[in-house]
């Protein structure tokens, strides 16, 4: 048995993982990552507009702090996301873009005096403040009050990813490569590292640790399109599942992004829109103000995939050989702006669809995008059933998204979860020894062994890539965007076909090493599982919240539904998990649930939500007239952080003497 140990152990070296190895090498911790692929390829690249963190220096962002995040992260989860760790994340967003700075983000920045912008396909000028100049700027993002979303170009997780990647090497972080862990080692109680296999030699190894952290990243491609990157096929989740302990927190909440090209599925960033591009239909005609009159195209994710779908199934969808889509009209800013800031949207629609965005409009389409669920954990990062595990990132539910993540959101939540449960999982490391049980570690292994042995030397006839195939297909037509009883029940049944299959895997190459085949047989039987998380949380849950839409329940029932789904898979022979749910405490709310500002209110409301706005009211008049904010906040619902990172934020408009004048027809900041 190869034994490797260390205190820290992290799986996944994307923006999340390397923040949290960050952090604990910097209490003088070992410190070891492992990882699919090289650090600076993980699927952080990809992301393109930006980071949300209220600095507010750009005049569109003046006025913006910690509460107004708050509250649009609160809104944008329909009340489906954890508020105390909206609050610790909203705070702690700002300082992550400072130390990011820091460490050589090459943040756009604000140029002082007049600049045109596009908004709601107008050409407006706006003022920037001297004060502001070389400060970092901001665009606007879907489902903000603030334009707040700090970006370089539309290249943000790229240069993120490549300043936090070197400051990881610089602090001599390792980082096993081409290392895939298939299984966590645990007692019931206590988790103790991972089963990894060598994806070049094969070889399995152990790796010991006082706190294993999960940041592998979402589940996309349990779908068929995906913005996803090959690597994101929730095997971390699977991981957490595999224990039948570890719970997986509301996986039913899947994020379908509105504008992926037609028929690749790569995303064009919500920038394009932020920075003023609009939607078509067939007949040029933008059709986002007829459905939603005040954010247009600028309303949150699910709203504006939903009403492009709703458009399309009335006909008004392009016709194409790959299905009907949209359009995404940029041309409008410009070919300066595009090749200034949309570079990416550029090259992307250059290479893979052959057209010039600065002249031709892009075809568009609702696609798999993100994964709101993901291994359950406490606000520390951990998992509440078994100690020492930790999880990060998309990886994670620690339940800042709820049902709907808002744009910016979730690079933003790799940095900021990785500096707050960085310091979280160093307490831990210090505070708890090293156990190495190596029983207990040879069963893993044992276990491990005996299934690549009978994948490699058994008799099965089922092709893995086939079953994945069906997977994706049956995920794409039936879990979908909009979602219904009849369509839940037949991709359960199906899918639970294909676990059935799943036992019959067998490989035509019977190679041990570097052998594709092999790797996606271990894989697929994981992702079925995860799938089936997914399709059976999606039926239990007879109500719509956020990116969760059921036709034949069409309301958010808060009365009945205001809780998340946990998910368990306690007995590795069943084709079902075991679904539990955990109630949202609304007494200890501070933002009570309300109306999130799109289309009809058709709420059912908590019968608790009264009561709690009678009690905040209480509680404000008890402190006065107009309150200190901090105070009234600490009044509501106080939450803790570490301590170095509780300090407030500091920004321009604090020391503006002349807050700078809005353009005509703008509303007020």
Known sequence: MKLIYTDSLVIGAGLAGLRVAIATKERGLDTLVLSLIPAKRSHSAAAQGGMQASLGNTVKGMGDNEDIHFQDTVKGSDWGCDQDVARMFAHCAPKAIRELTNWGVPWSRVSAG???????????????????????????????????TCYTADGTGHSLLYAVDNQAISMGIPVHERI?????????????????????????????????????????????ISTNATICEGIGQALALDTGVATLGNMEAVQFHPTAIVPAGILTTEGCRGDGGILRDKDGHRFMPDYEP?????????????????????????????????????????????????????????YFLGIDPCKEWIPVRPTQHYSMGGVRTNATGESPQLKGLFSVGEAACWDMHGFNRLGGNSVAETVVGG???????????????????????????????????????????????????EMQRIMMNYVGIFRNGPELDKAIQELKALLLRAKNL????????????????????RMLKVALTVACGAAARTESRGAHSREDYPQRNDKDWLNRTLATW?????????????????MKMELPPGYRGYGNDNTI???????????????????GDDPDRHTLQQALMPYTLPSHLLPPNERLSDTLAITPSQPVGNKPL
């Open 114 to 148: 007049p600049r045109d912008v596009i908004m709601n396909a107008q050409k407006v000028t706006l003022h920037e403040a001297e004060e502001a100049h070389g400060l970092i700027n901001a665009r606007d993002f879907g489902g903000t009050k603030k334009w707040r």
């Open 180 to 224: 895939e862990a298939l299984s966590l080692i645990h007692d019931g109680k206590r988790c103790h590292g991972v089963i990894a296999r060598c994806l070049v030699t094969g070889e399995l190894r152990a790796y010991v640790a006082k706190s294993t952290t999960i940041a592998t990243g979402g589940y996309g491609k349990i779908y068929e």
């Open 294 to 350: 005040e954010k247009k195209e600028l309303a949150s994710r699910d709203v504006v995939s939903r009403r492009m779908t709703e458009h399309m199934r009335k006909g008004n969808g392009v016709d194409s050989p790959y299905g009907p889509h949209l359009w995404l009209d940029i041309t409008l800013l410009g070919r300066e702006h595009i090749e200034t800031n949309l570079r990416e949207v550029k090259e992307i629609c250059e």
């Open 419 to 469: 500096m707050i449960i960085g310091k979280y999982v160093a307490d831990f490391c210090e505070q708890n020894s090293l156990e190495i049980d190596t029983a207990l570690t040879q069963k893993f292994i044992d276990k491990l062994q005996n299934e690549i042995d009978n994948l490699v030397d058994g008799n099965g006839k089922e092709n893995p890539f086939e079953l994945k195939k």
């Open 506 to 525: 067998g490989l035509k190459c019977k190679k041990r090493h570097s052998n594709p085949e092999l790797v996606e047989a271990l894989r697929v039987t």
């Open 570 to 586: 306690p007995d590795a022979e069943s084709l079902t998990p075991v679904l539990r749910y955990e109630a949202l405490d609304v």
């Open 605 to 623: 409301a908590h019968p608790d939500t009264e009561k709690r706005i009678i009690e905040i009211n209480k509680v404000i008049a008890a402190l």
